[in-house]
């Protein structure tokens, strides 16, 4: 009768009698004295110190150029154009001119950047359809409504891929030449375009649907259509290379992932080092790049960018971390030094402690 009076009575919310319950397991409390706090803080304040600047010094062995090339040479005409909305969607073509002063040396990356374009709103971020960027048959024609509203066009046919992420890829495409100096013969910078997604997102979130083999990709989309601002169906995003097209292309993956920051930088492509003279980088001299211009930014006060950059172990020219490293070491070294100071005046002498 106790114990059923206990499991019904006042002390049925009692814990068990047991070590865990009533906390009686071993415990150690690090106690925190001037002996131990000080010299951690200023070994951290020293370790701090020393990577952060052997990143900079990493960061600093990279070699990265970029150019502004929204209004520049005869990319101001295409600007200007694409100002008048009844000439969105035509395309645009334009060079721009440069110069390396110093050679790239090693592998070099081809890079667009995107100023003032915030991919990281949440509207924005939810408005697409990953099981039908997966491939699954059942969403290419029925796309999820966080696709809205860019599910259908104006005719109900549904649009793959659908969502404001993917309406708006980036879609301006880039032409490098090398001219080492006037009266030279111009060479085509050639660039390797496959291999620049994640291998996660490439091989796993990104599937075409399933087809047999006597159809085309062409057949397996047909009843869909295109984002209204593109210009071509999605399994003609790369006319030259029938196994980079439909929901597995290189570029709309990367552009698929979006950035954190507004102004970013997604990768177009990297430098082959298989001919001359482009086997040990970039050689210094005049280059140019033939642009084809479709991509408009003045409705978003944005800019574009191309930009050539080396890496290293630590990837590229991003002084963000080596910084952040650096100040640390700043702060933590300069409240050691102040807790120092109070030791020294007021708990050296353990008098002084109790006045």
């Given at each position: 009768?106790?114990?059923?009076?206990?499991?019904?009575?006042?002390l049925a919310h009692r814990p068990d009698n047991s070590a865990f319950m009533q906390q009686r397991l071993p415990a150690w409390s690090p106690m925190l004295t001037t002996s131990t706090v000080l010299p951690f803080m200023y070994c951290m304040a020293v370790l701090c110190l020393v990577v952060g600047v052997s990143l900079l010094i990493t960061v600093q062995g990279t070699q990265e150029m970029k150019?502004?090339?929204?209004?520049?040479?005869?990319?101001?005409?295409?600007?200007?154009?694409?100002?008048?909305?009844?000439?969105?969607?035509?395309?645009?073509?334009?060079?721009?001119?440069?110069?390396?002063?110093?050679?790239?040396?090693?592998?070099?990356?081809?890079?667009?950047?995107?100023?003032n374009f915030h991919q990281n709103l949440r509207k924005y971020m939810d408005s697409r359809d990953d099981a039908q960027m997966v491939g699954r048959k059942q969403n290419l024609k029925n796309p999820s409504s966080y696709c809205e509203p860019y599910i259908r066009d104006e005719k109900d046919v549904p649009i793959a891929p659908c969502g404001a992420v993917a309406n708006s890829m980036f879609n301006d495409s880039f032409a490098l030449q090398y001219q080492g100096q006037p009266g030279d013969p111009i060479n085509t910078v050639?660039?390797?375009?496959?291999?620049?997604?994640?291998?996660?997102?490439?091989?796993?979130?990104?599937?075409?649907?399933?087809?047999?083999?006597?159809?085309?990709?062409?057949?397996?989309?047909?009843?869909?259509?295109?984002?209204?601002?593109?210009?071509?169906?999605?399994?003609?995003?790369?006319?030259?290379?029938?196994?980079?097209?439909?929901f597995i292309n290189e570029d709309l993956i990367v552009w698929m992932r979006e950035a954190a920051f507004p102004n970013f930088k997604k990768l177009y492509g990297v430098l082959v080092?298989?001919?001359?003279?482009?086997?040990?980088?970039?050689?210094?001299?005049?280059?140019s790049i033939d642009i084809v211009y479709n991509f408009p930014v003045q409705y978003f006060k944005g800019r574009k960018q191309v930009v050539l950059s080396t890496v290293t172990w630590f990837g590229g020219q991003n002084r963000f971390l080596p910084i952040a490293y650096l100040v640390t070491s700043g702060l933590v070294f300069i409240i050691a030094i102040f807790l120092t100071v109070i030791w020294w005046k007021f708990g050296k002498d353990a008098k002084n402690m109790n006045e």
């Open positions: 009768m106790g114990k059923e009076a206990a499991k019904t009575g006042p150019l502004d090339y929204t209004e520049a040479g005869t990319c101001n005409n295409c600007f200007q154009s694409l100002k008048n909305v009844s000439n969105a969607g035509k395309s645009c073509s334009c060079r721009v001119v440069f110069t390396l002063e110093h050679e790239f040396k090693g592998d070099v990356f081809f890079y667009y950047g995107l100023q050639p660039l390797y375009r496959k291999g620049i997604a994640w291998y996660t997102d490439e091989n796993v979130k990104f599937r075409n649907p399933p087809k047999n083999k006597s159809q085309t990709l062409a057949q397996v989309f047909e009843g869909t259509t295109s984002p209204p601002y593109w210009q071509k169906p999605v399994y003609l995003l790369d006319p030259l290379d029938a196994t980079n097209n439909g080092r298989t001919q001359e003279p482009f086997t040990n980088g970039l050689p210094a001299g005049n280059y």
